[in-house]
């Protein structure tokens, strides 16, 4: 079984960047697709971006499109997300999450996911 944990929230101003880090547990299976959520107070989880999902293209939410970057390192079984040019509205708990043999059109909802680490809060003040 799967164990995911996030590492690097904190708080930013606006404009400025940050990455998370997510390590995946000695089981990680490289079929996995891995992803990255969000969840706002008072809002549903949402997802942000996807890789590894049954083809070769990071997938990402219109908001975060040219801003944020999903990239995998096999090798230290770790998931980035890197976040640029942020904005007050990327406040929230980002969360990773890891699951298999969902299609391409589900790979951002939450509900296909069964893998999921325990958050880190990300703030952005204007």
């Known amino acids: 079984q799967e164990q995911l944990m996030e590492f690097g929230g904190g708080s930013v101003q606006a404009g400025g960047s940050l990455t998370l880090t997510c390590e995946v547990s000695a089981y990680f299976d490289y079929s996995n697709c891995m992803a990255w959520f969000r969840q706002a107070p008072g809002k549903e989880r949402e997802g942000v971006a996807a890789i590894n999902c049954g083809d070769d293209n990071p997938h990402y939410v219109n908001s975060v499109e040219g801003r944020f970057t999903i990239s995998p390192d096999y090798a230290k079984k770790t998931i980035y997300l890197q976040m640029n040019s942020r904005k007050p509205e990327d406040t929230a708990m980002y969360y990773c999450?890891?699951?298999?043999?969902?299609?391409?059109?589900?790979?951002?909802?939450?509900?296909?996911?069964?893998?999921w680490g325990q958050g880190t809060q990300v703030t952005v003040s204007s």
């Open positions: 999450a890891a699951d298999a043999g969902m299609g391409i059109a589900l790979i951002l909802r939450p509900n296909v996911y069964n893998y």
